[in-house]
């Protein structure tokens, strides 16, 4: 038997396959051994014939399960078949068979690992790298601000690359929190962003004086927007004062100013911003604003909370704001503002926006800038809607709208009479004239 094995392995050795075989086949034939079996199905495998080289490397594994021989040769010839999840079984269940020492053991031990290696995911790629800067940027801007200074610490490629792009830094957008943002955080915020964070919408802050100084003091912001931030006094006047690059100003429903706190407030900002926006509560409202003057202000939008609208702003708009483009009033309840006879806004030749959205009592007459684009008037009182539409339609008013394209009027009540009808038919007659598209919603809310 042994004479044949040697014989077998010459001719392996010279490629004679065929003729390996047959000396294998009469060696087993006198007594088989795993490492016959095993020679016999490598001469299988060079001929391709890969069924009975796999069936020798079963007959091997049955025939000594603790010898690592057949698991290797099953393993090798079923990857050749494609097979790859079979053999990673069998490697799998010859290493709880065989003892765990010896070169066999190795050999198994590696072969498993490999392919466990080649079936296994891709690693995970660092998307930064991978990815075009840009797309990154796109994908990192719908993180929250929060979120980027966490993402910041993932390693310090990624701090890198966080770091050094502006646009994620120009916005500290806190409108997302719901308890209260430690002063930790906004320290961290700071030391990122410097000279990049030209935005902050702050809210449910610990201690707002100290982290509203700290930004303007180190951060050249432009736009703040204040929420959630309880009652301010004369420590916010002061803190704004020396914020020279600040050009809008937003005061949420949640900022409540003590008494007298309003005027000076507005005194301290009024030269810079041209973005404003306030909600006034009661008893701070006519005397607010009166002598005041916005030199750079283009858009201004107030809420009235109960509060008595500022009727002397409107009739000398145009000395008080002599950029103003967009102008926004909103009144959410409360008595009817005093009555007005009328008021002219022809003066103000930049407005291109006016939205009012309070008392029919005022007024019965108002005068519209030839270059207003955008009319939404919405009353509301549930008073008889004639005086709204004298607004437009007045006989003692001359309307001309030649660059109206939205106009947006909601009356309360039934009576629209025929002033509506003669209102779009001047307004379809500017449409023919300019062939300009328009857009008009009407709403009777009942």
Not at 40 to 68: F, P
Not at 306 to 313: D, E, H, K, Q, V
Not at 371 to 386: F, I, Q, R
Request: proline fraction near 4%.
């Amino acid at each position: 038997m042994n004479n044949l094995q040697e014989q077998g392995r010459t001719h392996y050795n010279r490629g004679e396959h065929r003729k390996a075989i047959e000396l294998f086949d009469r060696a087993i034939g006198r007594t088989a051994s795993v490492q016959l079996l095993d020679n016999r199905a490598a001469c299988y495998e060079k001929l391709s014939n890969l069924t009975a080289a796999l069936k020798d490397a079963k007959k091997a594994i049955q025939l000594h399960r603790e010898a690592a021989t057949g698991y290797l040769r099953a393993g090798k010839i079923l990857v050749k078949m494609e097979k790859q999840k079979v053999a990673l079984e069998i490697y799998t269940h010859g290493l709880k068979c065989i003892r765990h020492v010896g070169r066999g053991y190795e050999l198994l031990r590696k072969a498993h690992k490999d392919l466990l290696d080649e079936l296994s995911p891709p690693r995970s790629v660092d998307p930064l790298t991978v990815l075009p800067r840009e797309l990154a940027e796109v994908i990192l801007e719908y993180l929250s601000f929060r979120q980027r200074m966490n993402a910041s610490l993932v390693s310090k490629q990624w701090a890198h690359f966080v770091r050094s792009a502006p646009n994620l830094w120009r916005h500290l957008d806190l409108s997302g929190a719901r308890k209260k943002v430690r002063t930790s955080f906004i320290s961290r915020a700071i030391n990122i962003g410097r000279l990049k964070l030209t935005k902050a919408t702050l809210s449910y802050l610990y201690d707002f004086d100290k982290t509203l100084a700290a930004l303007i003091k180190h951060c050249p912001l432009q736009e703040l927007v204040l929420l959630e931030c309880g009652l301010q006094g004369f420590n916010l006047t002061n803190t704004l004062t020396p914020a020279k690059h600040l050009r809008s100003l937003k005061l949420g429903e949640g900022v409540q100013l003590v008494a007298g706190e309003c005027r000076p407030l507005i005194d301290a900002v009024a030269d810079r911003i041209e973005f404003f926006h306030c909600t006034l509560k009661p008893g701070t409202g006519a005397p607010l604003l009166a002598g005041v003057t916005f030199p750079s202000l283009k858009v201004f939008s107030m809420t009235l909370d109960g509060s008595t609208f500022p009727m002397g702003l409107l009739q000398k708009l145009s000395e008080c704001m002599p950029l103003i483009e967009s102008l926004t009033f909103t009144q959410v309840y409360g008595s009817a503002s005093r009555h007005v006879r009328a008021i002219d806004l022809t003066s103000c030749l930049r407005l291109t926006y006016l939205d009012l959205s309070l008392p029919l009592s005022f007024p019965d007459i108002l005068t519209l800038p030839s270059s207003l684009k955008v009319l939404k008037l919405a009353p509301t009182s549930s008073a008889e809607p004639a005086a709204v539409w004298n607004v437009v339609a007045s006989p003692t008013a001359t309307v001309t709208l030649p660059h109206l394209e939205e106009l947006s009027l909601v009356a309360r009540g039934t009576s629209l009479g025929n002033v509506i009808c003669t209102l779009l038919e001047a307004m379809d007659n500017v449409r023919a004239k300019n062939e300009r598209r328009h857009r008009y919603t009407i709403t009777n809310a009942k």
